[in-house]
């Protein structure tokens, strides 16, 4: 609350620098555990994540963990012998791709892989459209083909079945060798079956009998080449799933550089008595540094000479900046706000508390990889069976003497019927229009993971500063002395609005925006202050003169007016205490009953007599309350979890409606408290806003941070909410609930559907042509399913 001050505080000036760039320095270095960081390529599914951690925790002395989600793998336990090379060695041989974690490169492989995919479902959907028409009204028409007609198609197919469809036959290939099968089999095999069996049908020449039943009738002969069709739209609709799949996939991968942005890039050392500005990384244990008024501390330390205001809010959620002198410790990342520090360095690098954060949320990410989706359960059984169905159905007929022709094309309805398009899109095309409107209300879901954890989770867990309050101090009321010197409420106001209009505290900021606001209301601060400015207001700025700061308590400043010098003290009540200044006893129940509901009180004093007090407070949002109720009529356990005090704490969950109130909880053990909620049974659901959430937002099994919270938070989070009004939590479970229920409604029709159809293509009753179609039809259903969540409406608006 104390006015700016600088000074050096004993050191020799040197020129300011900004340390505003991003650095990840302070992660890089005496790690807490050695390790090598991988990113991994040739990844389709969960399966494969599993299939690489499996190798390479095969090697000796090693620990891996493979997050597909992110598409990184962390090695630790090498030992002196061995690294990254020999990591990669062990990938490689499993048949995927590595490269060792580049600096600044975080999201390289990711934009490589969405840029890959993107390419080819161009080129896929460029040549698949014409193929199509061309396809059915030649196949279709006799009448209107011409010589050649079928190597046209052939011609136009080629690079789809063997270029766009390229990652789904290394994907295959891979499986074979490993001898496993993954939805990359299946869409293979049917594609290169479609394929190869037109071009035999082309060169067998015309069957000896009528063409196909089609519904209507008896299509002509020829009409082989329409499964060319079904190979090319296979593939595009696959390719357009693993586009926007791997586009969800690319946002979350960057909580450790996110988390270097805070972090200064040079440090002002103190060595032989000079400041010397050094890299970060030069800083060593022990050394002494300065850090002056506005500037990041470095690392994590103590103070050794100075007493400043350092702001903590983004490491600790507190929204009053902590009072620091001698002694006391201070946080890497946070900002010193009014006076100049001498800090000796405590933690350097990857053992400062900012550090550990982002290890614990990597960790706590890297655990959600390994949770298969519904698509991959049902695939792994699946594929596999379909597969040897084909094979019965085409051993069966030839068992039965019919011929080759009649054989492969029950075996074709089969891999065509069952090729698992609808399955494939089950998931993307729900989570594109469920992320699409969700857009359009404020909500952000980055991926599938988002969805699972909303069909289960139980409780949710609320942050206090700057989630279900707005962050920012502000006036509730202003209380006068009874028998004090000033004798109107709005003089008393002005008179501390004129002490502190330069100061960034955020007390002093509530007090002068609450005179301000008093001005534009009113036309005036206060008659009774009898100086008048420029159109009636009163203006008591050039009255006040010698404002002080007193570390860790207030301010003392001198007023002037009609030739009289006052003194006037404003601060703690401690302040006063020690100043001999007497608290008269309706201020002094004011402050305590300010304390009690978890209010901030200060105290104004002139001359030596109090003249009144202000309770300032951090406000609940307007829309806290409802938004709580909401998730509790959903059947949520809601509770609050907050570093502040037991008493503010207590006051706003009251005012809110929690169910639970979780207290004075330190910045790294938010995430273990999110575990202790989960070791009693409970899926838990985490909002939160800042750097000291992250960690706990990636813990819990849904991670939801509101906007105005930094950019690791975010990152750190499934769900990113956008609007302001906290409704947009209980809309987001909703909206994620319902998109998770039409994702397995798509699901269930896919599996139930090849569940029908596979007996009736393998009695022959359905040819590849009607199979084609059939399987399309599904993929329609699954489509239009999906665009259902488009009338998906905020329960607020209801």
Known sequence: MSTDTTGTTGTNDIETTAATSASSTLLSYGGLDQRVELDISGMTC???????????????????????????????????????????ATVEKAGYGATEVAEGQETAGADARVRMLRNRLIVAAFLTVPLGDVAIVLALTPHMRFPGWQWLLVLLSLPVVF?????????????????????????SLGVLSAFSWSVISILLGAPDRSGYWLGYGITPTGADSLYLEVASAVTTFLLAGRYFEARSKRSARSVLSALGDLAPTTVRVIR???????????????????????????????????????????????????????????????????????????QIGAHTQMAQMAATADQAQARKARVQTLVDKVVAVFVPTVIGIALVT??????????????????????????????????????????????????????????EASGVIDTVVLDKTGTLTTGRMALERTVLAADGPVADAAELLALAAAVERHSEHPIARAITEAAHAAEVAEGETAHAAGLAGPEGRVDLAGAITEAGALPGQGVRARLERDGVVSEILIGTPA????????????????????????????????????????VVSDRIKESAAGAVARLKAMGLRTVLLTGDHEVAARAVGESVGVDEVIAEVLPTDKAATIERLQAEGRRVAMVGDGINDAAALATANLGLAVVTGTDVAMKSADIILVRKSLDVVPDSIALSRRTLRTIRGNLVWAFAYNVAAIPLAAAGLLNPLISGIAMSLSSVFVVSNSMRLRRFESGARR
């Open 575 to 614: 302040l006063m205490a020690a100043e001999g200044t007497v608290l008269p006893a309706d201020i002094a129940k004011a402050l305590e009953a300010a304390t009690a509901d978890g209010r901030t009180g200060v105290v104004l004093a002139l001359d030596g007599r109090v003249a009144g007090a202000f």
């Open 46 to 88: 969960a399966a494969c994540a599993n299939r690489i951690e499996r190798k390479l925790n095969k090697m000796e002395g090693v620990r891996a963990t493979v997050n597909y989600a992110t598409e990184r793998a962390v090695v630790t336990g090498l030992g002196p012998d061995r690294g990254a090379a020999d990591a990669i």
């Open 394 to 451: 085409l051993g069966a007929w030839f068992l039965a003497g019919a011929g080759p022709r009649t054989a492969f094309s029950a075996a074709l309805s089969v891999l065509i019927i069952a090729c698992p398009c609808a399955l494939g899109l089950a998931t993307p095309t729900a989570l594109m229009v469920g992320v699409g409107r969700g857009g359009q209300l404020g909500i952000l879901i980055k991926g599938p993971d988002a969805l």
């Open 272 to 346: 032989e008595g000079r400041e010397v500005v050094v890299p970060l990384a030069e800083l060593r244990v022990g050394e002494r540094f300065l850090v002056r008024p506005g500037e990041r501390i470095a690392t994590d330390g103590a103070v050794v000479v100075g007493n400043s205001a350092v702001d903590t809010s983004m490491m600790t959620g507190e929204p009053i900046p902590e009072q620091v002198g001698e002694g006391d410790r201070v946080l890497g990342g946070t900002i010193n706000t009014t006076g100049a520090l001498i800090v000796e360095a405590r």
């Open 163 to 187: 270029w766009a469809a390229l990652p789904f036959h290394k994907a295959a290939w891979r499986n074979l060798r490993h001898g496993s099968t993954s939805m990359d089999t299946l869409v």
